[in-house]
């Protein structure tokens, strides 16, 4: 029987991501980004994704934008939506930390709690989980385009991790993660692609 073949890419970079927010897809790509998707197609119009029959992206616009500078069709699927931040949407990493250190801490150490008053780490697994454990398509080869955090956390449960285990991942700007399931085992292996300069992480890369 094939595999289900699926191919996880973080969407370029924004502004917003570059100063390290909260929430920074919903920003349309800046030009940077832009053209460091554009870049990665060949003349040829191939993309490092090699065939892909289906793309979906998340409803923001980075991760729509990036689909479509990479030549892709995509269909927006809800799951694949940013952590709802709340309070926290908007600002940076750097603010939360100096304003709301306690919390801050207790977010990531503590996967139910979610003190910004938005979906918690816990809710977040339990939403991308159960959209990939409904990736069964034998021989179809699917793109989801989506956030650092989203692919994080799909590589966490992917590979049966505690959740504590998101702040040692590390996601960049048009990181490609390919997943293959046989059964009920998914396998991995991912890659990033150079970016060029100013491959900032933001607080969800």
Avoid: K, N
């Amino acid at each position: 029987m094939s595999a289900t073949s699926l191919r996880l890419v973080a969407h370029a970079h924004t502004g917003a991501l570059r100063r390290g927010v909260f929430g920074a897809g919903d920003d349309d790509l800046d030009e940077g980004g832009r053209q460091a998707a554009l870049a990665l197609v060949g003349p040829d119009r191939r993309t490092p994704l090699g065939r892909v029959d289906l793309c979906l992206t998340s409803p923001a616009a980075a991760a729509t934008q990036t689909a479509y500078a990479l030549g892709l069709r995509p269909t927006v699927e809800a799951a694949l939506a940013d952590c709802d931040y709340a309070a926290w949407a908007g600002r940076s990493l750097a603010d939360v930390g100096a304003r709301e250190p306690e919390a801050l801490r207790q977010w990531w150490e503590s996967p139910e709690v979610a003190p910004h008053g938005g979906e918690s780490l816990a809710a977040l697994r339990d939403r991308v989980g159960g959209w990939l454990d409904g990736q069964l398509a034998p021989g179809v080869r699917i793109a989801a385009v989506t956030h650092p955090m989203v692919v994080r956390v799909a590589i966490v449960h992917a590979l049966q991790l505690p959740t504590a285990v998101l702040p040692s991942l590390d996601v960049a700007p048009l990181a490609v993660v390919r997943l293959s399931r046989h059964g009920s085992r998914w396998r991995l292996q991912f890659t990033a692609p150079r970016v060029g300069p100013g491959s900032e992480r933001g607080p969800t890369g």
